[in-house]
Each structure stands twice: as structure tokens, then as C-alpha cells.
């Protein structure tokens, strides 16, 4: 298993209000525990901080560089599209700390609560 496919992101908010975006990737402790045999076992898994973004979003059809960009999906022989009428610009963000490789992300695995379970069904059902 690479680290690519275990990679969290998270949206964050600094001490000034500023939003951004963080990559976590697991540590090697983690992706041994999640090679391993039994998941149902695993108590916490470990993640460090990779990189940061700030991003950029444009809605509007008149901001500087929009482009109309198209989601398609061949599906039953028919063919569907959505605009997408949203697009987010990532740029590389300097951080401000001192430790920035202390910083880490727990992760305590769960069974799902009912809602959460019913919110997926929904969701695989109607894509």
C-alpha cells in the first residue's frame, strides 16, 4: 500500500482567521499497522504534516482566468455532463512556526452511528 492512498486532508483556520488546506501522510508506525492483519484492532493511526495551501476561489464567470470546465460520465450507453462552476487555486504556503514537524494528526478508527451509515446508503444510491 503506498502513502498516496492513505494521505488525510484537512481544512484548517490559523490564530488570524486565515483558512487553509493541510496533507497529512501517515507515518511509517501507521501504514505498518494498516499493512498488517487485523484493522479491527488498531487503537490510533498516526499522521505528519506534508505540506500547506492557501486557496483561491473563483465563482464568477468574470474573474480574471475562469475557464468553463465540464464533469463528464459515460454511463448506459448515454452521456452526462454538470459545468463546474467552481474553481479552487492551491498555492504553496510558507509556515509560521518553529515546529512544524511536530505537528501530527490522531486518527481513531469507529464503528459509524447510524445517521452516518444511513447519510452513505443515501449517497451511494443516488451516484
Known sequence: MTHVKQINIAGMVD???NQFVVYFLPTNETMTK????NKDEIESLEY???REYNWTVNKDEASKGYE???FIVWRDGNVYYNE???RVKL???RYKGKKRNKI?????PRELLDPELQQMV???LSS
Open 15 to 17: 490564530d488570524e482567521g
Open 34 to 37: 494498516l499493512d498488517g492483519g
Open 48 to 50: 505528519k504534516l506534508a
Open 68 to 70: 468553463e470546465k465540464f
Open 84 to 86: 463546474l462552476g467552481t
Open 91 to 93: 498555492a504553496k504556503r
Open 104 to 108: 501530527k494528526l490522531v486518527v481513531k
Open 122 to 124: 443515501i449517497f451511494i
